[in-house]
């Protein structure tokens, strides 16, 4: 029988129902003041949890890894208190559930930062655009280089961040390495003007991804661990002269790590994709899970798992709207409409309110 959205299958040591993923939503909901999740969150991923596997929200991993109100991080006690919530009320569902571990390097400001510090970046390249804060939009700020001494830094955050979410109870983790936050900031020759280890060659630009996938998979272990990556988005003023190259490069190393999936934006979410991209090239050179996201719908994602080159899809906006996708795609029944006024921030309006069947 052909693959579907129905087959189970097993990521790692993750093993899921169904193929049907909840793909990484930012909702900014996170209790105040510390950041920090809250029965209502515990309440919203619950609800959701006949995917075959949620992603969490992006996370923070540090107190300078935020970049936007309300989102919720994992590097303080009580944020992991709050998220033991979470994959409780998602396990007692029999959901699979993994931490979305983020740093947004440069797509930040000073008032969303400790000591009001100024964003940092592989280099100091401001982004078109504006910042997303407590006292509404600001325009960006030209960010701070990190030092080359700094990096092992991070590096330790991200795993410190994966022991914290294992703590919380996730079944393991997925590395955002994607939409123009900082591992995709390294990754572009956009925004990495470096000249040291860390930029110029699209091996030196992938170097700080890999220090990380192997931070975080001696914690975790292998099995446990996803990265997601978007080679033509231009979202966040993110650019690069050669996507195919450098994205072919980082499917191929991250091959070699044995991971549980590697989750791929297949387009942009900001405005236009300039440049041809074959994503057939791009799966040929993973080993691997390949999951596919973005703008997929039941009938698009059932024809790319029956060729057999896609394994699982993640949706978005679907999984606002319909906590029950799974129930309704099986009956082929009429979705709800996402009310994209209540994405970002508010109460259980547009969060917890959506109707089942
Ligand atoms: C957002 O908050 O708009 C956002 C966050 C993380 C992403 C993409 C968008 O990967």
Redesign the pocket.
Known sequence: MAIDLFTPISLGSIALKNRIVMA?L?R?RAGQPGNVPQDMNATYYAQRASAGLIIT??TPISPMAH??PA?PGIHTAEQIEGWKKVTAAVHAKDGKIVLQL?HVGRISHPSLLPDNALPVAPSAVKPKGQA?TYQGLQDFVKPRELKVEELPGIVADYAQATKNALEAGFDGVEI?A????LLDQFLRDGTNLREDKYGDTIMNRTRLLIEVVKAVVAVAGSDKVGV?I?PLNT??DIEDSSPQALFNYVAFLLSKENLAYLHVVEGS?GGSEPIAFDYDFLRKSYKGNYMANLGYDKARANEVLATGKVDLVSFGSLFIANPDLVERFAQDAPLNTPDENSF?GGNEQGYTDYPTL
């Open positions: 990484p930012t900014n929200e992006a970049g936007y989102t983020w997303f955002h994607a939409n123009g936050y997601r978007s979202f966040n979410m970002y």
